[in-house]
């Protein structure tokens, strides 16, 4: 049961980086390269996980490879949202912003530099766990995979 949540969440973040509005977001970000890498990853662990509930009821350690791995899922939403949250405020602050407000933004952590930073940071943090947990999969034969 669990198992299909983690693979409806991967689902989920699938679409949305699918989505038109993140392809256009990321671009003007400058991490959409980074954002195709994750999607690349994550379709391959959605494959994972449709093999991995086949053999659950053999293996714990599946069990917590999956618990892995919907934790990483869930960061990845967060970290999504926030990029979808960053880019509403661009929105707002483009349609109703006045100069002073544009440049207490400048200043502040909603700099589209620091933004960039800290997305390219963050979505690097998230490949590196997913692959060392697809590594870890490999390693402890919960599936066998070759790149």
Known sequence: ??????????????????????????????????????????????????????????????????????????????????????DKRKQVAEAYGSTSMKVRNFFSSSNPLTFRFKMAQQIKDIRDRLDKVASNGTMFGIYNHKR
């Open 1 to 86: 049961m669990a198992e299909s949540f983690v693979f409806d969440v991967a689902d989920s973040l699938l679409g949305k980086l699918a989505s038109f509005a993140y392809e256009e977001a990321s671009r003007a970000y400058g991490v959409y390269e980074d954002l195709q890498e994750f999607k690349d990853s994550l379709s391959i662990v959605r494959g994972l996980l449709l093999d991995a509930e086949d053999k659950k009821n053999q293996q714990h350690a599946v069990r917590e490879w999956l618990r892995q791995i919907q934790s990483i899922c869930f960061d990845a939403e967060d970290v999504l949202d926030g990029f979808e949250l960053q």
